[in-house]
């Protein structure tokens, strides 16, 4: 019975993380180092167990080894995370210029011209959503170019 208890409560831990896991931030420890590289859901279950091991997790980040990078972001950023949930509708509002999603997306960036922003999105929309396959992580680079350039 302990058995199944356990398997059932790993499971559920799993498959609560799963935005995680898909955006394969398997954080650092002995995982990361040994599956450098791999791709895919197993690998990164794999590795976010080991990582998980022995508190090495934990002793990766208080030592600065095993993968830790001081002041990275975790997982995906709120802008990314955002992007890849919204992709059609802020599309949309980036297209006419105006709406929420792309209200949201100056919040998110700070914006203090956020009429100038918008605008800039709006002339410029060719350049973020340059085909009907364009990812989210290409449309959240495209954004960036964009605003900053």
Do not use: P
């Not at 949930?85 to 599309?91: E, H, Q, T």
């Not at 006419?96 to 100056?106: C, F, H, I, K, P």
């Amino acid at each position: 019975m302990k058995k199944i208890l356990s398997l059932v409560a790993v499971f559920g831990l799993v498959f609560a993380s799963a935005e995680v896991f898909a955006a394969g931030n398997t954080g650092c420890g002995l995982g990361s180092v040994l599956l450098k590289g791999k791709k895919g859901k197993v690998y990164e279950l794999l590795a976010t167990c080991l990582n998980g091991t022995s508190g090495n997790q934990t002793f990766a980040i208080t030592s600065g080894t095993s993968g830790y990078e001081e002041g990275a972001v975790i997982g995906m950023t709120d802008v990314e995370v955002f992007v890849a949930k919204n992709m059609d509708s802020l599309a949309t509002d980036i297209a006419r210029g105006n709406g929420e999603y792309v209200d949201t997306l100056a919040s998110m960036y700070k914006v203090q011209d956020v009429d100038g922003f918008k605008t800039k999105l709006k002339n410029n929309f060719d350049k973020i959503y340059t085909n009907t396959g364009v990812t989210s992580k290409e449309v959240v680079a495209n954004i960036n170019d964009v605003v900053n350039g």
